[in-house]
């Protein structure tokens, strides 16, 4: 693992200029997870990182679709993983199509098939700060997508 | 003219022999929700291989139903999208043999048109112009149907579509997937103004819909009441819930019937078979002299008639398609 | 009898008419996005060249897998669909023997497709006077593994996009003992398929389409475990 990064977030501009930062930084076969506490802002930082990587479209949660495809400057699948948490069979999903495919991923709740994931990836940790709309980002990962986008948020 | 109709769009297999696009031959239906549910939800490699393996079957139930051959039909129509990317392929390729091997024309269509259309099959006499309030757990339009294929969608969704927020509190409040019908039927069982959810009807001159602040307000709720220990009466929170939606699905509906000078507003999707937005809908119809139209139950969810009666207008119009037919997962009106 | 034949296993769309041990026509397409867009166009095209109509068509044969899940059910729906419509009968065809079946060699063949994360799907073959011959049926493993599986083979032809994408990794380890297809076995072949279907159906083994479906080979998680656990009981 390389070194965590941690970044505090204040209010709502912050979070979308963050998110919109990280969009321009992701490319093709990039995978992103995000984790944290429901409603701690997986879904609004998605939108951000949307408009980074030139998706028109709204961005909504696909907490029943699974995955929603978008069109930016490449491909965008937008996981939500939450319900398959207690699923036997990971592996016949069909999955590994989008994650080797030629598209970004971005996984909300990615922990829950962590056995599932490219070892690869980027993790982003969102987490609640003390303020309302104040958030804790942390940073983690392997691979060159990782450390191309630590550097650059340094 | 007979249409054989195919839809797998998602998570039904549906085959449907239609004439003149609205008499029914035959509407077969095979649906996955329990295979699903163990997932909470569709799981999109799973539907897939349901549906490979359906296909064929739903098809003869659907000829040997209406008692025709494949020699008797006149058009293949088939969903383009949107929906699951392999889900709709397996309808597609299916479609794309048949016409091929018949040698007759192939009509791709829009699975929210075939939404709308499947009012013209509930309702024998109903015509354009009219507001279509289409409802779904993925989607939520209001459209202004001009014609059998000339459409102007008005506001959408800008985040959860009305089905998704009933499923995602119907499944806080610890319901069995698909969530949206037992709140419904709770709702029936509570008090609509014990807890006071937002309304959110966005700019003054909007018809677009959000629905995910009431979402997150409603789980606000749910976490606050445990916090204190306090107990929760599921029927109240389902039927407060359930009026804080349909408050903004009405007004904005009427609304736009006004504007436009249409006294007609026509149903449609998932959500057109919850039976406290019917009511409010023919109260508020009856009160405003208003005709409400909606489909059947069946006709409501995901099925080939619907599809069928869609591919028929458009045939009638002059629309084809190739045999090169792309999927359009992300297809919108 | 006239057979038609699909693969659409892999990026390779691949169509072919075989009559009474003539191959009629072959189409064969190596782009992305073939399958779903051009495969009907693609039949449509080569039958009107050929002067034949779907009609006269008596057997409908596919690669059945492994192979793109998505790539397979295209391939399965359509001749599904054009059986279903003349009532005739359908033969499925193993993707890995169609490709070993490109290769008729007095060596051991092996096919390898890449499955991803360091995985093939993958068989073992040779050739018994002109019948091909399984010593090992369709299966995933991972590539060192395998490799490690084949040391006892003194000669072995490998095959598929995993020849390509593990070469240098074989070639260390087999040395002379490894040969590689050319571009012009490397790749499915509907033709392939249509002769080892022909074989399976005069053989009487031949199904309907409404059964026909893909055989898609992985293993789900709960196998896997099923199967660790009746080889630690010492199955």
């Not at chain 2, 008005?154 to 959860?160: K, M």
């Not at chain 3, 499915?188 to 059964?211: H, M, P, T, W």
Request: with cysteine; proline share 3%; charged share 25%.
């Amino acid at each position: 693992m390389g070194d965590d990064l941690i970044i505090k977030i204040d209010g709502l501009e912050e979070t979308k200029k963050f998110g919109i930062k990280i969009g321009s930084l992701l490319s093709p076969k990039d995978i992103l997870c995000l984790n944290g506490e429901l409603g701690a802002g997986k879904t609004t930082m998605t939108k951000s990182i949307g408009l980074g990587l030139g998706v028109d479209d709204y961005i909504t949660s696909p907490t029943f679709a699974l995955i929603n495809e978008y069109e930016g400057k490449y491909p965008v699948y937008h996981f939500d993983v939450y319900r398959l948490e207690a699923v036997d069979d990971l592996f016949d999903l069909g999955f590994d199509d989008y994650f080797f495919g030629n598209g970004v991923c971005i996984i909300e709740w990615a922990e829950k098939i962590e056995k599932l994931l490219p070892e690869e990836r980027v993790i982003i940790n969102i987490s609640k700060g003390q303020k309302e709309n104040e958030r804790i980002v942390e940073i983690d990962g392997f691979g060159k997508s990782y450390e191309r986008i630590v550097k650059e948020l340094k | 003219m007979l249409t054989l109709a195919i839809e797998t769009s998602c998570d039904e297999t549906s085959c449907a022999i239609l004439k003149d696009g609205r008499e029914v031959l035959s509407n077969i239906i095979s649906s996955q929700i329990e295979i699903h549910k163990e997932y909470g939800g569709v799981v999109p490699e799973i539907a897939s291989r349901k549906h490979i393996e359906n296909i064929n079957q739903i098809i003869q139930e659907s000829l040997e139903e209406a008692k025709v051959g494949f020699d008797d039909i006149d058009i293949v129509g088939v969903t383009q999208g949107p929906g699951l990317v392999g889900a709709l392929l397996i309808g597609i390729s299916s479609a794309k043999a048949i016409a091929y091997a018949l040698d007759i024309p192939l009509i791709g269509v829009n699975h929210i048109q075939g939404h709308i259309c499947a009012n013209y099959i509930e309702h024998k006499n109903l015509e354009p112009p009219f507001i279509c309030l289409i409802v779904s757990g993925g989607h939520s339009y209001l459209v202004h149907v001009k014609g059998y294929t000339e459409y102007k969608l008005i506001g959408q969704t800008r985040d959860d579509a009305a089905g998704e927020a009933f499923d995602k509190v119907a499944r806080a409040l610890g319901l069995p997937y698909p969530g949206g019908p037992h709140i419904d039927r709770l709702a029936k069982l509570g008090n609509k103004n014990a807890i006071e959810f937002p309304r959110v009807m966005l700019e003054k001159d909007s018809y677009d819909f959000s629905f995910s602040g009431l979402k997150t307000s409603v789980l606000n709720y749910l976490n606050q009441m445990e916090q204190k220990n306090e107990n929760i009466v599921v029927e109240d929170v389902a039927a407060s819930f359930q009026a804080a939606i349909l408050d903004v699905l009405v007004e904005k509906a009427f609304r736009l019937a006004k504007e436009k000078g249409l006294n007609k507003i026509v149903m449609a999707g998932g959500v057109a078979s919850n039976s406290g937005l019917r009511d409010r809908m023919f109260e508020k119809g009856q009160e405003e002299g208003v005709e409400i139209y909606h489909p059947s139950k069946v006709l409501c969810t995901d099925n080939g008639a619907m599809i069928g009666s869609a591919a028929y207008f458009n045939y009638k119009a002059g629309q084809k398609s190739d045999l090169g037919l792309k999927v359009k997962p992300n297809l919108g009106l | 009898m006239k057979v038609l034949s699909l693969d659409t296993s892999t990026l390779m769309s691949t169509c072919a008419i075989i009559e009474d041990g003539n191959l009629l026509g072959e189409y064969s397409l190596n782009r992305d996005m073939s399958h779903s867009e051009r495969l009907v166009p693609m039949i449509k095209s080569m039958l009107a060249e050929l002067d034949v109509k779907l009609e006269d068509i008596d057997l409908y044969t596919v690669a059945i897998g492994p192979g793109s899940f998505t790539g397979l059910r295209i391939g399965a729906a359509t001749i599904k669909g054009f059986a279903h419509v003349f009532n005739k009968p359908v033969v499925g065809v193993s993707t890995i023997e169609g490709l070993a079946y490109n290769m008729p060699y007095n060596e051991i063949v092996v096919p390898l497709l890449d499955a991803r994360r360091n995985r093939v799907f993958t068989g073992i073959y040779s050739w018994e006077k002109e019948e091909l011959t399984s010593i090992e049926k369709p299966f995933v493993e991972d590539i060192d593994i395998l490799l490690e599986k084949l040391e006892s083979y003194p000669s072995i032809c490998f095959t598929g996009d995993g020849a390509k994408i593990y070469r240098e990794k074989i070639s260390e380890r087999f040395g002379d003992r490894a040969r590689f297809a050319k571009l012009g076995q490397e790749y499915c072949r509907a033709v392939s398929i249509a002769e080892l279907g022909v074989k399976k159906y005069k053989n009487g083994d031949f199904q309907d389409f409404y059964s026909l479906v893909p055989e898609y080979l992985r293993m789900s998680q709960a196998e896997r475990q099923k199967e660790e656990r009746a080889e630690k009981n010492g199955n």
